[in-house]
Each structure stands twice: as structure tokens, then as C-alpha cells.
């Protein structure tokens, strides 16, 4: 069993730039895939990235040259650096950890970008 912790969240202006954090409860050496998600009011939540154990990394065109997904295993966390954000990103950020073929989702952090 997993528990993952988010954190980071907040107000910012368009253009600005935000770091998530992901803390899980054991080594996410041990984790395959760790994941980040949004889902913004009245839309279904949606992948913005995912890093793979070896640290394979997949994005969401919308984010692709914006945000940054790592992970740290000395840490047992896993980070989102947003960068240029725009208004349609604003949504509660979930962390997503796949374990022993059962995921383990966060409580989210709310992400607000507006003027």
C-alpha cells in the first residue's frame, strides 16, 4: 500500500511558475509509474504527466515545453515544475501512484492561474 501527499498549489499570474510535490509513504524506488493529473471544474480529469521507475517520461500536448515531471528517489518524491502557466491550467492537481498493479491517488492541490 501507497499513500501519496501533494502540496505546492496556490495563485499565480499568467506566465508565472509553480513546483507540485508528490511525497509518497514508501521508496518510490519500488513505484513504476507516478503520474500527475488535473481536473479542472465541470471536466473530467485528465494525465498531464507520467515518469516511468527508469525515468521515462510522457506528457500532455498541452503542458509539452511547459512543465517538467521528476522524480527523486532519495526523496520518495516525485515533482511537477509548471512553467508559463496559462489560465486553462487551473485545476486541482492529483498524484497518482501505480503499485503492485493497484493505484493510489492523492487529495490534490488546487492550482489557480489568474491576473
Known amino acids: 500500500q501507497v499513500q501519496v501527499v501533494e502540496s505546492g498549489g496556490g495563485l499565480v499570474q499568467p506566465g508565472g511558475s509553480l513546483r507540485l510535490s508528490c511525497v509518497a509513504s514508501?521508496?518510490?524506488?519500488?513505484?513504476?509509474?507516478m503520474s500527475w493529473y488535473r481536473q479542472a471544474p465541470g471536466k473530467q480529469r485528465e494525465l498531464v504527466a507520467s515518469i516511468l521507475r527508469g525515468g521515462t517520461t510522457n506528457y500532455a500536448d498541452s503542458v509539452k515545453g511547459r512543465f517538467i515531471i521528476s522524480r527523486d528517489n532519495a526523496e520518495n518524491a516525485m515533482y511537477l515544475q509548471m512553467n508559463s502557466l496559462k489560465p486553462e491550467d487551473t485545476a486541482v492537481y492529483y498524484c497518482k501512484a501505480n503499485f503492485a498493479s493497484l493505484d493510489y491517488w492523492g487529495q490534490g492541490t488546487q492550482v489557480t492561474v489568474s491576473s
Open positions: 514508501r521508496s518510490i524506488s519500488s513505484i513504476y509509474n
